[in-house]
């Protein structure tokens, strides 16, 4: 399994690096208060990975704690009963 997360991982960087060599053009990203320049490559990228983190946040909040906080409560009222019955 290790193999093959390093093999994903490669791959993306991969295609991270060719992205980026095939965009070199300027880009202005104007923030309101600054103006970053980079190429446009590494904006896209940097874009992308934004994108991915803030989607991975939002599943996170949205599924993963309401899960965990269900599972911790069962686990207490599981506690209970089996101190109650035993």
């Known amino acids: 399994m290790r193999v093959i ?3 994903i991982a490669l791959l993306c960087l991969a295609v991270g690096i060719v992205v980026g060599a095939l965009n070199p053009q300027a880009a202005h990203i104007d923030f309101g208060f600054r103006v970053v320049t980079t190429t446009l490559g590494v904006g896209l990228l940097v874009t992308l990975l934004l994108g991915a983190l803030l989607g991975g946040l939002a599943v996170t909040a949205g599924v993963v ?3 965990r906080q269900r599972l911790r409560t069962s686990r207490k009222s599981g506690a209970t009963h089996n101190a109650d019955g035993a």
């Open 65 to 67: 704690l309401p899960l």
């Open 5 to 7: 997360r390093l093999l």
